[in-house]
């Protein structure tokens, strides 16, 4: 069993497309207060995927790390469980 922790990503910018540089993660649509059920995506094979609850689109860049996005600010750090 994979021992690290799924990224969390969250729109708060509004912004229509958020690169990121995996291709499975968590949405949030945006940080809390205002965040909908953290939603698992998977793209695939594919290279994009949109949210059902928030309708951002993502787009996989292999140029960014697991930890970037673009627009930058978009990867949410989730508190260490055990």
């Given amino acids: 069993m994979a021992h690290h922790a799924i990224p969390h990503f969250a729109n708060d910018q ?8 995996v291709k499975e993660f968590n949405c949030m ?15 695939g094979s594919d290279t994009e995927i949109v949210c059902p609850y928030c309708s ?12 970037q996005s673009d627009p930058p600010g978009a990867l949410v750090e989730m508190p260490a469980t055990v």
């Fill in 56 to 67: 951002t689109l993502y787009k996989f860049d292999a140029k960014l790390h697991d930890d």
């Fill in 29 to 43: 649509g945006a940080r809390a207060p205002f965040d909908h059920p953290h939603i698992y995506l998977d793209m």
């Fill in 14 to 21: 509004g912004v229509a497309v958020v690169h990121v540089g």
